[in-house]
């Protein structure tokens, strides 16, 4: 089962992640969000549409806009909606 940690600490598992150019996109609910605070930054995809991001924080560091989702995805992406990805240091094992 994929799962995401950073730090020690287990940000997100799920066997019902979507995976999309070679990331795993974690479902909204299997996601634990007491370590996620939204961010401003925004990037666009071609195919995808507008990413939001998060910064994450565990036992008082912070590793800013670690994980990205896409609120309101082009329609090729529609299954990925409000999915959760992660890079910059959170190790994803599949």
């Given at each position: 089962?994929?799962?995401?940690?950073?730090?020690?600490?287990?940000?997100?598992?799920?066997?019902?992640?979507?995976?999309?150019e070679?990331?795993?996109?974690?479902p909204?609910?299997?996601?634990?969000?007491?370590?996620?605070?939204?961010?401003?930054?925004?990037?666009?995809?071609?195919?995808?549409?507008?990413?939001?991001?998060?910064?994450?924080?565990?036992?008082?560091?912070?590793?800013?806009?670690?994980?990205?989702?896409?609120?309101?995805?082009?329609?090729?992406?529609?299954?990925i909606?409000?999915?959760?990805?992660?890079?910059?240091?959170?190790?994803?094992?599949?």
């Amino acid at each position: 089962m994929p799962k995401a940690t950073w730090n020690g600490v287990t940000l997100a598992e799920s066997d019902n992640c979507v995976v999309v150019e070679g990331n795993q996109y974690f479902p909204p609910d299997s996601v634990n969000k007491e370590y996620f605070k939204a961010s401003d930054t925004h990037t666009t995809c071609p195919w995808k549409g507008l990413a939001s991001y998060y910064t994450v924080e565990v036992n008082g560091e912070a590793n800013k806009d670690a994980a990205w989702y896409y609120p309101e995805p082009k329609d090729a992406a529609k299954q990925i909606k409000d999915h959760v990805a992660f890079w910059r240091g959170v190790s994803v094992e599949v």
